[in-house]
C-alpha cells in the first residue's frame, strides 16, 4: 500500500486511475471465468437436434440390420444433412465417394451430446452403429451452436462490466460524497449565522485535493469570523459611546426648552424628535447585540402565556388609532409555553406596531393562539397590503427595509424583526412569515409546550 501512494500519490487523479484500472482487470478476469465454466453448455447441441440425429442413427441402423446398402445409400442421398455410414476407416460402406476434406475432418469427429467447440464451422458428428460402423452427420454452419454462444457470450461481458462498473462507481461516490456533504453542512451552517464551524478535522479524506479545500474553507471560515465579529464589536461600542453625549443632549435641551422663544418651538422640538430617535436607533442596536451574542442565555420556564399576551394587546389598543382594531383570540386558555415572559411580550409589542405602521391607519390586527401536541403556535394578521417574495425572504435580516416610497416615510431601523427572531429562537422557537396576494402578512411564531404544565 505504501509502494501504491509512493508511485501514484494520494490526488484524485491518481486514484481515479487506480480505481479505474482495477475495475479493468476484475472485468477481464471474471469475464474469462465465467466464459470458461459455461462455453461448454454453450457449445453443446440442443436436444431436439441431438435426438434428430439419434433418430437418423435408427434409421441407417434399421438398413444394415436388413443388409439393404442399396436402400441405405438412397436413404443417405435424400437427407438434408450430408450424412455417410462408415468404417472404422472412414470409407464409406454403401461405396459413395467422400470428399478427402470430409474424410479428414472425419478423424476429428465429436459425439452428438458433447461440444462442438468453436474452431471448425462444420464439424463432423459421429453416432455409433453397430459391426463398428458409425454414422456422419457433418453439421451445417447455420445451426453450430458457436453463433448462438457468441451473442450469449458477448451479453454475459456486458451484463459482468456493468455490474461492477455499478458497483464500484457506487462505492467510489459514497468515498468521495462522504467529504463534500460534511464540506456542504459546513457552508450551509457558515451561511446560516454559525462562524465557528469548521472542517479540517472532520474531514479524514486520504485524498488531498478534498483537504485542501477544507483547510480553504477553514480560513475564509476564519476570516470571516473575524471580520464579523469585528463588525459587531465595533457596532456595539460605537452605540455605548454614543449614549453619553445623548444623555448630555437631552439633559441640556430639557434645561433650554423653558427659556426658548414662542418662534423658536419648532425648530426646538424637531431636535428633540431626533435625539429621542437616535436614542430609539442606539436601544434597538444595543438588544440586538445582546440577543445575538453567544455568551447570553435566556431563562425559559413555563408561562400562561393567554394572560401574559392579553395584557400586551390591552396596552396597544390604547396606543391603536380610531380606526385600527387589535382581535386577541385564545384557543388554549389554560396553556403553559416554554418562554421568557419580558422576550415574547417584547415580540408581540414590536409585531403589533409593525402592524400599526405598515398595515395603514384603517386596519384589522389579529392575534391567535393554538396548540398542538408539543407546540403552541402565536399567530398575528394583519389586513395590510402584505409584502411580495423577494421582501419575505429578507425581512428577518439587521437593518432590512422594505424599499416601497409609502414605507420610506415611516420610521424604523429595521431591526425589530431582526430582534423578534432572535428572541424566538433563543426561546427554542421558530418565527416564519407569509403574506398571501391581497391578504396582508402573517407572522406565526412556534414555542415549546410545558408539557407537565399543559392543559
Given amino acids: 500500500m505504501n509502494i501504491i501512494k509512493t508511485l501514484f500519490g494520494r490526488s484524485i487523479a491518481s486514484k481515479l486511475f487506480c480505481y479505474f484500472s482495477a475495475v ?11 466464459e470458461s465454466m459455461i462455453i461448454g453448455g454453450l457449445l453443446t447441441l440442443p436436444h431436439q437436434l441431438q435426438h434428430e440425429f439419434q433418430t437418423l442413427a435408427s434409421e441407417a441402423q434399421s438398413y444394415i440390420d436388413s443388409d439393404n446398402l442399396a436402400g441405405l445409400k438412397t436413404w443417405e442421398e435424400r437427407q438434408d444433412y450430408t450424412i455417410y455410414v462408415v ?36 464439424p463432423i458428428i459421429a453416432l455409433d452403429l453397430s459391426s463398428d460402423y458409425h454414422l456422419m ?11 448462438r454462444a457468441k451473442h450469449v457470450l458477448w451479453a454475459m461481458r456486458v451484463l459482468v462490466a456493468l455490474s461492477l462498473l455499478v ?12 467529504p463534500l456533504k460534511r464540506l456542504q453542512q459546513s457552508s450551509r451552517q457558515l ?32 476570516r470571516v469570523e473575524t471580520l464579523v465579529l469585528s463588525h459587531k464589536q465595533l457596532l456595539r461600542n460605537i452605540s455605548h459611546e454614543l449614549r453619553t453625549p445623548l444623555t448630555r443632549q437631552s439633559i441640556a435641551m430639557h434645561l433650554l426648552k423653558s427659556r426658548l422663544q414662542p418662534n423658536q ?30 455568551h447570553y442565555q435566556v431563562q425559559v420556564s413555563p408561562t400562561k402565556i393567554g394572560p401574559l399576551l392579553q395584557r400586551v394587546v390591552d396596552d396597544m389598543c390604547l396606543q391603536a388609532k380610531p380606526a385600527q382594531n387589535i382581535t386577541f383570540n385564545d384557543h388554549c386558555p389554560n396553556a403553559y409555553a416554554l418562554v421568557e415572559p419580558a422576550l415574547l411580550s417584547s415580540v408581540l409589542h414590536n409585531a403589533l406596531s409593525n402592524g400599526f405602521k405598515y398595515a395603514g391607519e384603517s ?3 389579529a392575534v391567535t393562539i393554538t396548540q398542538t401536541t408539543h407546540h403552541i403556535i402565536l399567530t398575528i394578521t394583519d389586513d395590510g397590503a402584505g409584502l411580495n417574495d423577494h421582501d419575505l425572504v429578507k425581512i428577518f435580516e439587521p437593518f432590512y427595509r422594505v424599499d416601497t416610497s409609502r414605507d420610506k416615510e415611516i420610521a424604523g431601523y429595521g431591526l425589530g424583526m431582526s430582534i423578534m427572531k432572535q428572541s424566538i429562537e433563543q426561546m427554542n422557537g421558530t418565527i416564519t412569515a407569509t403574506s398571501p396576494p391581497g391578504l396582508g402578512l402573517t407572522l406565526r411564531c412556534v414555542l415549546l409546550v410545558a408539557d407537565n404544565m399543559a392543559a
Wanted: glycine share 2%.
Fill in 265 to 294: 418651538q419648532g425648530y426646538f422640538e424637531q431636535i428633540e424628535h431626533d435625539v429621542v430617535e437616535m436614542n430609539n436607533l442606539i436601544q434597538q442596536i444595543l438588544e440586538f447585540s445582546r440577543l445575538e451574542s453567544s
Fill in 24 to 34: 479493468l482487470i476484475v472485468i477481464l478476469s471474471l469475464s474469462t471465468a465465467i
Fill in 167 to 178: 458497483f464500484v462507481s457506487w462505492l467510489l461516490s459514497k468515498h468521495l460524497q462522504r
Fill in 191 to 222: 451561511a446560516s449565522g454559525n462562524l465557528s464551524v469548521r472542517v479540517a478535522t472532520q474531514i479524514d479524506s486520504n485524498i488531498q485535493e478534498f483537504n485542501h479545500l477544507a483547510n480553504d474553507f477553514d480560513h475564509m471560515a476564519d
Fill in 137 to 147: 452427420i457433418q453439421l451445417p454452419w447455420q445451426l453450430h451452436p458457436a453463433d
Fill in 87 to 122: 468404417d472404422e476407416t472412414h470409407s464409406s460402406i454403401t461405396k459413395r465417394n467422400v470428399h478427402p476434406y470430409i474424410q479428414s475432418k472425419m478423424s476429428f469427429s465429436r459425439s452428438v451430446d458433447k461440444p462442438m467447440g468453436n474452431k471448425i464451422r462444420k
Fill in 363 to 365: 386596519c384589522e390586527i
